[in-house]
């Protein structure tokens, strides 16, 4: 028997890189049922797995196959929901240490209600973020302005932010840096510059995949696959084609407030304990919104969140 991580997924079929570096294809032996949650996948990217090994020969050429027995126990995943009427989910990646948001101000906007909706989903996934600004060699003054606000805002949240110009190679050593001996999932919405970073971050990778898959509109990204590269400096980044944010959790009215640290840390002042932060008497929480602690835009994105706008689409 051997372990080893799951690094590719197609189908059926996952390819497993043992502890030795060697790369496996494998089939699931049996039927796993993944506690607390109802994939249509057993098996994902970034999974520590248990296999049993054999040769096979296809195509006149040796292919050491095998089958994966069990599953280590995750520390999270991310999921994106399955587009049939069954309810279920996704898995898309599994054992994450960073999610990477590449956001732009411009060229195009990356809405605040997208990055919040973004962070909150990677807060219940217990997934630490990196914001990344790119592409500021085509902003303007005001533009650089503007990022230069929302980096403030994040950052004191506690949000690692960096910007870069994949175009003019500016920041990308700082962003290896943040990527170091981590494993990382990359998204972005369409045209923020994702593959051209993962690109000089990386030289050599074939992500033709994704960007075709970026040129299509959300929704079409039924059958995309997630593939785990190794990075030469540490680490690994895993893409997601088509996949451009986490698959939001079913939440709670009482949970969301948990997901904006900013305003769980200041409702431990609010008059009561139950305190929706839209409409009681003696709220911190609208009170800080007043003073300027708490962002406006946040705050508007938690109390959409609270309503349940669109709770479920992944915003153009």
């Known amino acids: 028997m051997k372990q080893g991580v799951v690094i590719k997924t197609t189908g059926s ?23 607390d949650i109802k994939s249509t996948n057993p ?9 049993s090994v054999q040769d096979d020969i296809h195509n006149n050429a ?10 280590e126990d995750r520390k999270n995943y991310i999921i994106r929901r399955s587009p049939n009427l069954s309810k279920q ?24 209600t997208f990055i919040d909706r973004y962070l909150a989903s990677a807060e219940a996934y217990r997934i ?38 994949a175009k ?3 920041g990308i050593e700082e962003l290896k840096n943040a990527l170091k001996e981590k494993t990382n999932v990359i998204n972005g919405h369409s045209g923020v510059g994702k593959s051209t970073l993962i690109n000089l971050i990386q030289p050599g990778l074939n992500l033709k995949t994704s960007e075709i898959s970026e040129m299509h509109k959300t929704g079409k990204h039924t059958t995309a696959f997630s593939a785990m590269f190794k990075l030469s400096f540490g680490g690994y980044i895993i893409d997601t084609p088509g996949i451009k944010g986490f698959g939001m959790l079913e939440m709670e009215a009482w949970e969301i407030p948990h ?35 708490v962002a406006a835009s946040r705050y508007i994105s938690y109390v959409g969140l609270l309503e349940g706008e669109d709770k479920y689409r992944k915003p153009h």
């Open 62 to 71: 040796e292919v050491k196959t095998g089958w994966i027995t069990s599953i």
């Open 259 to 293: 997901y904006f640290p900013e305003i769980f840390k200041i409702s431990e002042n609010c008059q009561y304990n139950n305190c929706s932060h839209t409409h009681e008497p003696g709220c911190a929480v609208k009170e800080a919104v007043e003073a300027g602690d």
């Open 89 to 112: 989910s996704h898995i898309i990646a599994a054992n994450i240490d960073q999610a990477v948001l590449v956001a732009t101000v411009a060229w195009p906007v990356t809405t605040t």
């Open 43 to 51: 098996v994902a990217v970034g999974d520590k797995v248990n296999f």
């Open 13 to 35: 079929w996952f390819t497993v890189e043992a502890e030795n570096g060697e790369l496996f294809e494998c089939k699931v032996k049996g039927n796993f049922r993944i506690k």
């Open 168 to 170: 003019k190679n500016q």
């Open 128 to 165: 630490p973020v990196l914001l990344v600004f790119n592409k500021t060699d085509l902003y303007s003054k005001e533009e650089k302005a503007r990022m230069n606000e929302l980096i403030s805002i994040y950052s004191k949240i506690g949000y690692l932010c960096l910007s870069t110009s």
